[in-house]
């Protein structure tokens, strides 16, 4: 099983929903945030540039579509993923959470995730 973690409402077309990663950045970037809720952002960020292979976005040449999944088996990054989830929540940013046996293509994989192209329905 694949988890995404992506804010929008149920009734929007999954491959059409911003990341919680961007979302929380764009927050951070527009200074909606307490310098508490800053900090704990942060806080959340360092650990997964500490823990969580960055998958080569930028050098390997995919589509614009193409999305992180995270292996069921990768708790605490999950875990780290709803910390994420509840401060956007609290910025009334609805979070869902995508699960999928088969979430799309895949185009690269490490021992927490998978990078995929989308299928168009899970």
């Not at 900090?39 to 960055?54: G, M, T, V, Y």
């Not at 021992?111 to 995929?116: E, I």
């Amino acid at each position: 099983m694949f988890i995404r973690f992506v804010v929008g409402g149920d009734t929007e077309d999954h491959r059409q929903l911003t990341g919680i990663v961007t979302e929380a950045r764009m927050l951070r970037d527009d200074d909606l945030l307490s310098a508490a809720e800053e900090a704990h952002l942060n806080a959340i960020f360092a650990w997964l540039n500490a823990n969580l292979p960055c998958p080569p976005f930028s050098s390997a040449g995919w589509s614009r579509d193409a999305v992180a999944w995270f292996k069921d088996s990768s708790t605490e990054s999950i875990r780290q993923f709803r910390k994420l989830a509840a401060l956007l929540n609290q910025h009334d940013r609805p979070v869902r959470m995508l699960k999928s046996q088969r979430p799309g293509k895949i185009l690269y994989e490490d021992d927490f995730q998978v990078v995929v192209e989308e299928w168009k329905t899970l």
